[in-house]
Each structure stands twice: as structure tokens, then as C-alpha cells.
């Protein structure tokens, strides 16, 4: 370990950097929260906390925390349980496993619109190929225009392009645990299910809850597909939380109440990530 | 795991991976192959294979093209990431190997780093407002800069933190052989470590690179007409062509093509590098 005046010298512009744009946006954004604000009429009055009692009295707002909720506690769950199944799968001696795992991973980087954009024609009622091969077992589904299947189709979607993220952090895992683990089980003929629930599933716990939780600090922004393959139609049925948080800020200009919309958000999130603040200082030592 | 497999099990097993393949591939093989369906087979759903149930036509690219203008959204993406990912591979970078390679007594360098990684955590919605604020007041609406200055925001401590494990897996005795020759601490750092890290900040930026393309939030909030990236244009497209599905199969391609392509060329750093550096491979 080093030490000198270099170490300022080379840290100094991140930490300006970070502090400038995200501390004063974020302190900006608290304040507009306390104070009627829309477009074109500058900074109002300050309410105090009026623009969060607007909020909860909202009957959209409630909607669009549904649906996150709702979106949260499929998805996730969903993706990550996929995930490992499929590294499971592919933790053994595999013909042309490079191949397979990139294909299994190229869902990870598509663009969220592009992907939403895509569903709409993949979802399409009459001319999908979804409704086409479901029509094989005789029935059809109204993707896009009931709220209950479009939010299927959201999931769907989703699922589809996260379920890589768990599945390659969980096989790196998985293949990194030692050899000399299972020879040890497999002397007294244990099951797989066993080998697997007492001596794999423990070994990449810490894995799995790192992908856990960064997969459910990106799930609580989503944004893009849902914006691109529903708009959050059909009505407000698939409205989803940064949706309405997005067109209460910017399409209707209305300042005050977006921010105490974006601030009970993050309040929301940093519930969530600080059950898991102590494991994550441990890694970083 | 080396165990002994009976054949039903290995059966079992390539059913699995043969549907999970065919589930991966099914919605770039649907954009591809129709993205070359002509014009009156666009809603026949059965029409699934070129030159079995379609000649294949290039009616829709040609259609993009002289119509809907993308390459202006491709030049604004590919100029915006690659501006976002330049500067967060330097100051990152320097950031990163004063964390890993120096002495913090008053804060330590695991604090400064989870300090980093928290900013990750900030939904973007929450700065939405007061960036919007900010860019309209330096005129800073609908230009590179202006989304290039939030991107840097957002990557900024992903870069930092992936970075800071890169370096500590460099020995550091090379260091200091060359600080012992009489190297500076900047010597050290841009010819001895540098070098050594390069594998692992070609993945960096390719991951930041991808990040910045695909967003969708803040380029749809800051650019319109001029600057919109890749995000904002699919978007437009939607609503003013409405779902002609070749059409929007094009438009997707043109999309996802670069950072699906870019990312597939991170082998070993991958893991590491989605998981900030906590999960190793």
C-alpha cells in the first residue's frame, strides 16, 4: 500500500464528478418536492408535505405501485429460479457450451425499447406468432388489449431478457466450486437433489444474492420495455411506477409532485438494498 | 461435477438445452426473417422461413432507409456511448487505481468504493427533474453534451468499482520494481498496470458502452429531434408507422445489433464485470 499526494490527484475528478451531478440534482430534486412547481410558472409555493398527501389520495399512483409490485414479485423470483436451473444444467461437460452460453446470454444486451417494440408485432393478435402456434391447441390469447395479458406479455418479455443476467453470474458460480466438495457427498450415494441442496446451493449462496439484488435495483427502473411495448394501456393497466413518474415529470410538467413521486421511489429501493448493506461492505474489503 | 450420467438423464438434459436455445433465439430469428418478408406477407404469421414460405425481399430495409432516416440516431448513439465510455475509462480508471493501490486512513478505500456502488443504486427518475432543470438552463437541450454528461453520471461508479477489483488482481510487486528504478507514481500507473488491465477494461467498456446505447429514460427526457439516440428514434417509429411488423423488425435490428454484438466478444470478464467485481469466474 502507497502512500503520497498522487492518490487525490488520481481519485479527485470521480469524486467531483459524482458529488457535483448526482448529490446536487439529488438534493435539488428533495427540495422541488416540498414546493408547487410546473413548467413555464417557475417554483411556487412551498406545500410541505402536500405533494406527498396528493400522492397517496391518487388513485394512479396506487395503480402504478401495484403494478411494479406485481412486476417485482413475478419477474425476479421468475428469472433468478430459471437462472439457476439452466446454470445447473449447464454445469457439466457440455459439446459446444461456449456456443450455448453465448446465446444464453445475448438476450442480456438488447435494447429494452427495441425489445418492447418487438413484442408488439410477436404479441399481435391476429398476425403474431405467439397466437399462431397457440391457435395449434385451439385458443387465442388477447395479448395487448386486457390489462391482465399485457402484463403478461411484459413478463414474458422481461423474463426472456433477464433470465441470462442470473443464469451466467450463477454458472460462473457454480463451476467455481471446489471438486474436492462433492467427493466427499457422493461416498455415502446422496441424491443430486441433496448434493444440490446441501452442497452446491450453499456454496454459490453469496452469488446468488449479489445477482439478487442487483437484478431488483435494475427492476425497480423499468421503464423502456414497458413504455415501448404498452405505453401502460391498455387504460393505465400496465402503468408501471417510472412510467407515470416519467409523464407526471415531464409530459405534464408538474414538478412538485414528480419529485415526491421519485423520492418515495428511492425511499422504497434503499428499504429494499439495506437488508442487504452488510454483505455487500464484506465483499468490497 | 464429474459424475456418472445415465443416458435418460442426458436425453433430459439436452431437451433442456435445446428448448432454452430455441426460446433465446426465437425473437432475433422472428426480427431477422422479418425483416426480409415482403410486403404482403407481413401479417401471415405462418410465414416463418425464407425461400419455404417467403422470397425473401429487402423491401423493408429499403423502406427505413429512404423514409425513416435512422442514421442519424445511429450516429447520435454511437457518438454519445462512445464519448460516455472514453471519459469513464479515464477518470474511472484513475479513480479505481488510487483506490486499490494507495493507503486511505480516514476514509478507507472499501468505504469510498460501497460509496461508489450506492450511486448505482439511485433510481435515474429521482434526477430526472432537476437534470432536465439543469440542461434547459445551459441550453444543453437536445445536444451530445448534455446526454453525454448524465451517462458519465450513471457509469461513472460502475467503472470505478469493476476497475478497482481489475487492479488488485495485478501483482503489485511489478509496481514497485519500477517505482524502485525511479518511475513516477503516473509511470507506474500508465505503463506498468495499465497494460496489464487491459483485458478486463475492454469488457468495462464494452458493458458501459451497452448501458448507455440501450437507455431509454433521460435520452427520451433530454433529446428530441437533433440528438435523439437509438431509444428515442424506435420510439417515434412506433407511434408514427405504427406496428408494420417488417418495418419494426428492421428498426430492432438496427437497434440491438451493436451492443448485442460488442458484448458477445466479453468472454472472461463478463461475470465479473455485471456483478461489479463481487462474483468471480
Known amino acids: 500500500m502507497r502512500k503520497g499526494y498522487m492518490k487525490f490527484v488520481f481519485l479527485l475528478p470521480a469524486v467531483v464528478w459524482v458529488l457535483i451531478f448526482t448529490i446536487y440534482p439529488l438534493i435539488d430534486s428533495l427540495r422541488l418536492s416540498f414546493f408547487t412547481y410546473r413548467l413555464g410558472m417557475g417554483v411556487g409555493e412551498f406545500v410541505g408535505f402536500q405533494n406527498f398527501i396528493d400522492l397517496f389520495k391518487s388513485p394512479d399512483y396506487w395503480n402504478a405501485f401495484r403494478v411494479m409490485l406485481i412486476y417485482v414479485c413475478v419477474a425476479v423470483p421468475v428469472e433468478m429460479a430459471l437462472g439457476l436451473g439452466f446454470a445447473w444444467v449447464f454445469a457439466r461437460e457440455l459439446k459446444g457450451k461456449a456456443v450455448f452460453r453465448t446465446i444464453f446470454t445475448s438476450p442480456l444486451f438488447t435494447t429494452g425499447v427495441a425489445v418492447g417494440y418487438l413484442g408488439v408485432t410477436m404479441f399481435h393478435e391476429t398476425g403474431g406468432p405467439i397466437n399462431y402456434f397457440l391457435s395449434f391447441f385451439g385458443t387465442q390469447v388477447p395479448w395487448l388489449s386486457t390489462g391482465f395479458w399485457a402484463t403478461v406479455a411484459i413478463l414474458l418479455l422481461d423474463i426472456w431478457r433477464w433470465t441470462p443476467f442470473a443464469f451466467i453470474i450463477l454458472l460462473a458460480a457454480i463451476q467455481s466450486v471446489p471438486e474436492e466438495m462433492y467427493e466427499a457427498a457422493s461416498l455415502d450415494t446422496a441424491s443430486e437433489f441433496q448434493i444440490f441442496r446441501y452442497i452446491t446451493f450453499p456454496s454459490i449462496l453469496p452469488a446468488f444474492t449479489i445477482a439478487l439484488l442487483l437484478r431488483l435495483i435494475e427492476a425497480f427502473k423499468q421503464f423502456g420495455l414497458v413504455f415501448s411495448l404498452t405505453e401502460g394501456g391498455p387504460g393505465r393497466t400496465t402503468e408501471i411506477y417510472c412510467v407515470l413518474n416519467y409523464r407526471t415529470s415531464i409530459k405534464y410538467f408538474d414538478f412538485g409532485h414528480g419529485s415526491a413521486m421519485a423520492f418515495l421511489l428511492l425511499l422504497i429501493v434503499m428499504i429494499v438494498v439495506v437488508q442487504f448493506f452488510g454483505r455487500m461492505r464484506k465483499i468490497y474489503e | 461435477m464429474k459424475q456418472k450420467e445415465g443416458s435418460i438423464k442426458r436425453v433430459f438434459i439436452w431437451i433442456i438445452i435445446i428448448a432454452g436455445t430455441l426460446w433465446m433465439l426465437f425473437p432475433f430469428y422472428w426480427a431477422v426473417s422479418n425483416s426480409i418478408k415482403p410486403k404482403i406477407e407481413t401479417f401471415n404469421p405462418g410465414s416463418l422461413f425464407p425461400y419455404i414460405n417467403f422470397q425473401p425481399s429487402l423491401w423493408a430495409w429499403d423502406k427505413v432507409f429512404t423514409q425513416g432516416d435512422p442514421i442519424k440516431p445511429l450516429i447520435n448513439s454511437a457518438v454519445v456511448s462512445t464519448a460516455t465510455t472514453a471519459i469513464v475509462l479515464v ?15 480516514i476514509i478507507k478505500s472499501k468505504d469510498l468504493t460501497v460509496w461508489f456502488l450506492s450511486q448505482r443504486v439511485l433510481p435515474p427518475v429521482v434526477v430526472l427533474i432537476p437534470f432536465f432543470i439543469i440542461m434547459m438552463k445551459l441550453h ?5 453534451r448534455g446526454l453525454v454528461l448524465v451517462y458519465v453520471t450513471f457509469n461513472l ?34 505503463r506498468v498496470s495499465l497494460p496489464l488491465a487491459v483485458n478486463g477494461l475492454i469488457a468495462t467498456a464494452i458493458i458501459v458502452f451497452a448501458f448507455a446505447w440501450n437507455e431509454a429514460l433521460f435520452a427520451l427526457t433530454l433529446t428530441s429531434a437533433k440528438a435523439g439516440t437509438m431509444p428515442v428514434y424506435i420510439l417515434s417509429a412506433r407511434s408514427t408507422r405504427g406496428v408494420l411488423f417488417n418495418v419494426a423488425s428492421v ?21 465479473r464485470g455485471l456483478t461489479f467485481g463481487a462474483v468471480k469466474e
Open chain 2, 157 to 190: 461508479p460502475f467503472g470505478v468499482v469493476i476497475m478497482r477489483e481489475m487492479f488488485r488482481d495485478i501483482p503489485v510487486e511489478l509496481e514497485e520494481a519500477a517505482l524502485i528504478d525511479g518511475a513516477s507514481d503516473w509511470q507506474a500507473f500508465t
Open chain 2, 251 to 271: 428498426n430492432t435490428l438496427l437497434a440491438i445489433a451493436p451492443p448485442v454484438l460488442l458484448a458477445l466478444t466479453i468472454q472472461r470478464y463478463l461475470v
Open chain 2, 140 to 144: 444543453l437541450l437536445d445536444t451530445w
Open chain 2, 91 to 105: 477518470i474511472g480508471t484513475m479513480a479505481a487505481y488510487a483506490l486499490a493501490r494507495y493507503r486511505w486512513n
